[in-house]
């Protein structure tokens, strides 16, 4: 994995040593990482950097790019970025995605010279089968503010919200009925997004960042700007 030295931002890089390997590893570190999240916290205050973090992968050459891009909350333009490429640290198994994407993530956060006040995670952070997704994970790993924002459901249930933007509906674990995330409309009949709590923010002040960072488009523009970054990254490696 590419490591960054002299890390201003207070990250430091996954030691790859100790990394599970197997599923067995990955569902016991699960279950002793879970009880650390904390789901309840503060939205970061105006004029607050936010990343966006994202990754791509070329299985061809076994080979994942990260991009963390940081952003100004106030006005969405791009203050910093940062990037990673290594081989792919985890095999892809349900579930445990983020032992697959979290070494080139918070590599790629390592290299930002500023700390971010939130991370938006393109994926899950309680809204996950063992309420550890990638978001929680990482909020866990770095002590940082952490939210997930995904495209799709996962394995959850919920009702359409009203076409309006910034309506939402609960998303539910249809086994329990618990609330584990909401489906947000961030624009006017556009099929919404799914805001899950990762690390020390509340479900509320997540769901209100996101509307925050989605003035035009459907998706936060940390994700776009990050998604953007990591495939041109990708491919220039």
């Known amino acids: 994995m590419t490591r960054v030295r002299g890390v201003t931002g207070g990250l430091a890089p ?8 197997t599923e067995e590893a990955a569902l016991a570190e699960q279950r002793r990482l879970r009880p650390l999240v904390e789901p309840h916290g503060a939205a970061p205050a105006p004029g607050s950097l936010v ?15 990260a991009a ?46 500023q700390r971010p006040d939130l991370v ?6 309680l809204a996950h089968p063992r309420r550890l ?12 503010r952490t939210l997930g924002v995904a495209k799709t459901p996962f394995t959850f249930t919920h009702q359409d919200p009203a076409a ?14 618990e609330e584990v995330g909401r489906a947000v409309r961030t624009r006017v009949g556009v099929k919404p997004v799914f805001v899950s709590v990762g690390h020390r923010i509340g479900l ?20 776009r700007q990050a998604d953007s970054l990591c495939r041109r990254t990708l491919a220039a490696s």
Do not use: K
């Open 14 to 21: 996954v030691d790859l040593a100790g990394w599970p390997r």
């Open 51 to 65: 990343a966006g973090v994202d990754v791509a992968y070329d299985d061809e050459r076994n080979t994942v790019a």
């Open 68 to 113: 963390a891009v940081l952003l100004d909350l106030a006005t969405l333009e791009v203050v910093e970025q940062a990037t990673a490429v290594g081989p792919v640290a985890f095999p892809y198994l349900p579930g445990l995605l983020a032992f697959r994407e979290l070494p080139a993530v918070v590599d790629a956060l390592a290299g930002l010279r």
């Open 120 to 125: 938006v995670c393109d994926g899950y952070g």
């Open 133 to 144: 997704g990638l978001a929680s994970h990482l909020g866990v790993l770095t002590g940082l």
């Open 164 to 177: 309006e933007r910034g309506r939402w509906t609960p998303l539910l674990d249809q086994e329990t009925g």
């Open 204 to 223: 509320s002040e997540a769901v209100a960042c996101v509307l925050a960072l989605t003035p035009r488009y459907r998706l936060p523009e940390t994700t």
